[in-house]
Structure formats: C-alpha cells, structure tokens
C-alpha cells in the first residue's frame, strides 16, 4: 500500500481517537459499579486494529470484483463503546456508538468468505461513525429460579430467570441473537473469515455495516430456545439506506437450540430457516435479457424471495478444547442482498486453551469452511455478471475453499495479540486464480 497524505491523515486520526478513547474508558471504568453487584448502568468499550498482508498470486484474469493479483496490505481499525442501563424489573436499554476506518483487501471483494469480518464494502476508507445498537429489552421471567449473569458488553450483571420469555425492540446486529457459537462467533477475537465468524448461506438482514431496526423475541430455558425476528432490509443491495415499507420487504428467522451434555461437557445444536423478501434480482432472467453482459440489477422486482437452511453445532471436549461444525443452503435463485455470495457452506473447525504450555488464557483456533454457489448463481457469473461482491469477468467453477489457523496471545488483562494465517483455494471460486495466502495481526483491546 503506498504513501499518500490521506493515508498519514487516517493515521493521525487512528492515534489521536485511540489515546482519548482508551483514557476516556479508563475514566469511565474506574466509576463503574461494583460488577458483582446488579448493575444499573453497564459501560464497557472496545477497539480493534488488523493489519492483512498478501502476497502477489497466479490468475489468469481478473474483473471488476476480483482479489487483485498484486501484493497488498490493508488495515482495518473499530473503537465501540457499550452503554447500558436498567429501566425497571427486566427491563433494560442499550446504546452502542463505533467508528470504523479502513478497508479489507480489494475492499472485500473477490473472495465468498471473505478474510476479515471487521470490514465492509465501502468505497471510502475514512473514518465513519455509526449508532450501532439502540435498542430497550424486556425479560418476562417464567419461574422464580434465577442464574446470575456478569457484566458484559451490552449485559448488565445480576440476576435473571433460568426460564424466560423477552422482547428485544430496536436496531440491533441479528449475529448477537442468531447463530451463535462459542469457537467461532466473533472476529474480534475468534476466526476473522466470514465464512467462519457467520453462516455464509445465512443472506441476514443489516445495513452495510452489519446493523438492522428488529423485533426479536425469545423464550429461553436450560436446555431450550427459540428465537424468532422480524427486521428491515436495505433499499438497495449491500446498502444503508433501510426500506421501512414492510408490504414490500422484510426479513424473517427462525432459530430453535438444543443444549446438552455429553459426558458432562457443554454442547449446543442450532437450526434456523431465514426468508427473505424485497426488490431482488434473478439470475435466470437476467442472463435470459442479455446472455453476453448480464446485469441482475435490471431485472429488480418487489415481492423477490430468498430462503435458506442453517445447522450450527458446538461441542466442549474437555475443560480446554471444543469443535464446531456449521452448515447451509439457501435457494441462490435471486441475488444476495446484504451478507455475502455463499449459497452453500460447510465449516469444520477445532479451539483450544493454552493451559497445556501454561497460558491458559490463550488460544489456538484451526478451522476450513467450503463454500458454493447455485447453478444460475454460476451461470450468471460464468458470463460476465457482477454481484456486489463477486465479479471476475468470466468463471471456472469450483467450491472456494479456506482454511485458517489463529494463535491469540493475551498480552495484559485487556489486551490480546492475535497472529493469523489464511490459505485459499479457488478464490470467488474460480479455478483460475490462485491460491491466496493471507497473513493478518489483530490488537484487540476490550475494557
């Protein structure tokens, strides 16, 4: 990446919001209620900082949304601050407030599971505030049993229900209620891919930065849950703007968990439909209008479906090592709208503590996810089509397949540095480009 004074501005900025940020945290912290206590206002803050580093790669071409084939480094920073207060018996208001600057690399495009989950597409890499989350939450408690919960980003620490019914109103991010995984949820700290923080085939609903006005309600025991949520869909593809005419769009999904033991260690299932509808494109008719330059975006028409099917499992081995296993399928006949190109997936992954070599506070994460595409989804691509992601120009298919490989070292009570190595084959899942190696370091800084 080379010099330019907007870059050495974007620099400045980063230094000079991460000094007032941390110390204003700091503050903050030091006034905090006592966390074993119940909380009435909960403040916590986090930032994170990757660099990613490529080197050149083999392609035999390449399109508007490819990976470029040249060397490239990019570097992505997020601060969030975590506000939250209780209102009444179960009730509780959260605020977030992020700014993020940066890019990933060929600004995200070219890849299906795209290599870091703190990146957007955007044009502009300047540094953008965002109202992340508002949103008030109610809990009706189903039994007088109670379990105490610590305090936590956008938790508030006391006691709740162990059976419980809730109401969560407001602009959330759906990734905090759905398809949840205790290995591999959360790029800040976890695997970085997209393929591997999320369910890929799951298109969820969310402006371009992950967030979405929802209504989601829960009913939560031991060993069950059930969550179902209705939320807005951009106006555009991949955009900001949210479409509030819920005749013509929304989003719905259905998740149900089952959480078990075997041989006394925790493990959870997940299965969750999603159904889409809003102004999609279709693939087949766009390549019926113009087989040589299809445009999916002239064939737009409210009342377009997409729908699709998630599995997620997680199983403890023992006290420092759990797997996980995530699969899914969406129907692929209409365009992605909001997350990502994958209309199949598969991840497998493996985690571990460092208590063996005495840092029981790291931990060392190994994981593949394969992804594909549906045959118009192919077609479309095969003859010069672009999605907002995706887009070589032409296209040899075959399945995209990443591995990752993460080591975090928590440096301080709060700081982590994390070094991680990807490895990708068939990058957009075209044979003839690549493989792509990846080298990222992430700071993460959680208070």
Known sequence: MSYTPQADSMNKFRLIFSVFFISSLKIVAQQAI???????????????????????????????????????????????????????????????????SGSGLSGSFGVGASTNGETYRIGNPAPTFELARLYFRQLFPLNRETDYQGSNQNQLSGKIPTNYISLTVGKICLADFFDLNSY????????????????????FAANTRGYTPSIVLEWVTPKNEIRYDFSLLPKTANGMDMNWNISQAGSQTLEYTRNYLISGKKGAIRLESYLN???????????????????????????????????????????????????????GKNETW??????????????????????????????????????????????????????DGNLNYSLENLTEFYYSFLMSKN????????????????????PVNVLSVRVHLQI
Request: aromatic fraction near 12%; charged fraction near 20%; proline fraction near 3%.
């Open 415 to 434: 700081i982590s540095l994390t070094g991680t190595y990807q490895h990708i084959i068939n990058p957009g899942y075209n044979k003839d480009r690549g």
């Open 34 to 100: 006592d966390s074993t206590k119940e909380e009435k206002f909960s403040v916590h803050g986090q930032s994170t900082f990757i660099t990613q580093y490529k080197p050149a790669f083999s392609a035999k071409y390449s399109g508007a949304n490819s990976l470029t084939n040249q060397k490239e480094t990019e570097i992505s920073t997020t601060y969030t601050l975590f506000l939250g207060a209780r209102l009444w018996q179960g009730a509780s208001i959260y605020l977030n407030l992020e700014v993020a």
């Open 277 to 331: 509808i809003c102004n999609m494109g279709n693939y087949n008719e766009s390549l019926t209008l113009n087989p040589s330059f299809p445009d999916i975006t002239t064939t737009r028409k409210n009342g377009r479906v997409k729908y699709g099917f998630c599995m997620n499992d997680e199983q403890a081995i023992n006290n420092d090592l759990g797997v996980f296993f995530r699969a899914g399928w969406n129907d």
């Open 338 to 391: 909001v997350f990502t190109e994958i209309d199949r997936t598969v991840s497998l992954g493996i985690s571990a503590k460092g208590n063996r070599w005495n840092r029981p506070d790291d931990t060392i994460g190994l994981a593949n996810v394969v992804s594909g595409l549906s045959a118009s989804h192919i077609n479309y691509l095969k003859d010069g089509g672009k999605g907002f992601e995706l887009g």
């Open 184 to 203: 591999s949820h959360d790029p800040r700290t976890q695997f970085m891919s997209w393929g591997l923080m999320s369910n890929g085939a799951w298109d």
